[in-house]
């Protein structure tokens, strides 16, 4: 049940209009979608401001459609990640309105709005193997509302290519540092900015990279002050941590 509904159903309350049993029943079955694999959270937007997003791996193609049609008959923006090609032409083909963006592996419901004077975040990726994780960090953050840039394929092999955007890079309010391998972009970034740094590890890597273990616990271990880490191709959590900064930066104000 959304606000506005709810705000009408306890006025009615209010006036008498119906019995406490009756509101009671109506909340409770404004708040079943009739799925017996899935209890969907309808009330997280209003409390942490980011909607649920629903994780696609390991749900069938016909519990994506299903999840989507009980989300989309409420008010607001709906996402997935962890969709695949096929799971996506499924749910795009019953939900023309969504939109699949395949190299973040991402459904979204519709064109998010921009926040109006909120702060930018940038988005830098060690390698364009990294891209897929950088990318679901990117649809995540843009989805949420806020103004995204991608600088791809910079990473400490060839530091001088991010020596040489550093400005830009200095424009940012917050930063994802996407980067696999040793992990450390992330740490030469923190050193050089004055916004937070969201380190984000990658699976990228050879054998010793130990499916981007080694990335995840050299960022842990940076020396740099200002820096977080998130876990292992987390872009979606990295999407969203970047997003809540923003928004304690925005109640400041």
């Known amino acids: 049940m959304n606000e506005e509904n709810l705000r009408k159903l306890l006025q009615k309350l209010q006036q008498g209009g119906c019995e406490v049993e009756e509101a009671v029943q109506a909340i409770a079955a404004g708040e079943r979608d009739g799925l017996s694999y899935a209890c969907l959270d309808h009330q997280r937007q209003q409390r942490t401001g980011r909607p649920e997003i629903v994780f696609g791996e390991g749900k069938t193609p016909a519990q994506l ?5 009980a989300m989309l008959a409420r008010d607001g923006m709906v996402m997935a990640t962890r969709v695949s090609p096929e799971k996506a032409e499924l749910v795009t083909a019953a939900h023309p309105e969504v939109v699949y963006y395949a190299d973040a592996m991402m459904l979204v ?15 830098i990726s060690a390698g364009t193997s990294d891209l897929h994780v950088a990318e679901e960090a990117r649809v995540t953050a843009w989805g949420l509302g806020n103004k995204v840039d991608l600088i791809n394929d910079i990473g400490v092999a060839g530091i001088h290519r991010m020596v040489h955007r550093l400005a830009e890079i200095r424009k940012a309010d917050v930063l994802i540092v996407v980067a696999g391998m040793e992990g450390a972009l992330p740490s030469v970034v923190a050193g050089l900015v004055s916004a937070p740094v969201i380190a984000l590890p990658t699976s990228v890597g050879y054998g010793t990279g ?16 200002g820096l977080g880490v998130v ?11 970047a997003d809540a900064i923003l928004k304690v930066g925005e109640k400041k104000k």
């Not at 459609?65 to 049609?69: G, K, R």
């Not at 519709?110 to 940038?122: A, C, F, M």
């Open 65 to 69: 459609v299903a999840i989507f049609s």
């Open 109 to 123: 419901s519709k064109e998010p709005q921009e926040k109006q004077n909120g702060g930018v975040i940038k988005i």
């Open 210 to 225: 130990l499916g981007g273990v080694a990335a995840l616990l050299g960022m842990l271990n940076s020396c740099a002050p």
């Open 231 to 241: 876990n292992i191709d987390n872009g979606f959590g990295a999407g969203c941590l």
